[in-house]
């Protein structure tokens, strides 16, 4: 079935230690997006790359980065975590010109 | 900027009994309007979704309206089910040309009960 896999789904990290955290999608949807989503609150959009092109949104720390080798892949960096960035991250893919985004399951990160 | 409210935040309905869940929107300029159900330590499910040129949409027992000139839009699930319970997000985009940013409300936890 064509879907978007997270890898890790739980990943432990030490305080500023770098963490990578990867989406892959069989899907061939030319859109990724990542998520940051704390508990009880709704997503909230890092980033996005439409084809090789990425969108950073406003208020995303430095901290965060991202890479897209190839269509099927992306790649959450986190340079140096704190305990503030302990969350679910996700990961969504959307076919574009239409509007659809589908999720992965979630990488949940915590941060020690 | 888009902004979303949703409510409730909590809902407990009996099974067999109806849910609705409200949102509003404050970007007129928004015109697609998706529903995600997020299960415990799982990502979003998209279970519905519905665009500014359509008023109703309905998916076996799930609905939902939409209206533009009021600016908010409604998810309605009937003869509900112990595996309904979960979070529901709903969200708001609008969709300019390459550009298509999901805005979400701070989500509804549902509960069934028996």
């Known amino acids: 079935d064509a879907m978007v896999i997270q890898n890790p789904r739980y990943q432990v990290t030490q305080f500023g230690k770098p963490v990578t955290l990867s989406c892959s999608q069989t899907l061939n949807h030319n859109v990724m997006y990542w998520y940051q989503q704390k508990s009880s609150q709704a997503p909230k959009l890092l980033f996005h790359y439409y084809d090789k092109d990425f969108n950073n949104e406003a208020d995303t720390p430095d901290n965060f980065q991202s890479r897209r080798p190839n269509t099927s892949f992306c790649f959450l960096d986190i340079r140096s975590p704190g305990l503030g960035d302990a969350a679910m991250y996700l990961c969504?893919?959307?076919?574009?010109?239409?509007?659809?985004?589908?999720f992965g399951p979630g990488t949940r990160l915590t941060v020690l | 900027g888009e902004n979303v409210e949703q409510h409730p935040s909590t809902l407990s309905v009996q099974e067999g009994d109806s849910a609705v869940i409200k949102c509003t929107y404050s970007d007129s300029a928004s015109n697609y309007f998706p529903w995600y159900k997020q299960e415990l330590g799982k990502g979003p499910q998209l279970i519905i979704d519905?665009?500014?040129?359509?008023g109703e949409k309905k998916d076996q027992r799930i609905a939902v309206t939409l209206n533009k000139t009021a600016k908010h839009f409604s998810l309605h699930i009937t003869e509900t089910q112990p595996e309904d319970s979960a979070v529901y997000f709903c969200?708001?985009?609008?969709?300019?040309?390459?550009?298509?940013?999901?805005?979400f409300g701070t989500g509804t936890r549902l509960q069934v009960t028996l």
């Open positions: 969200a708001a985009s609008p969709f300019t040309g390459t550009a298509s940013k999901l805005t």
């Open positions: 969504a893919t959307r076919l574009a010109p239409y509007n659809e985004q589908f």
């Open positions: 519905i665009r500014s040129n359509v």
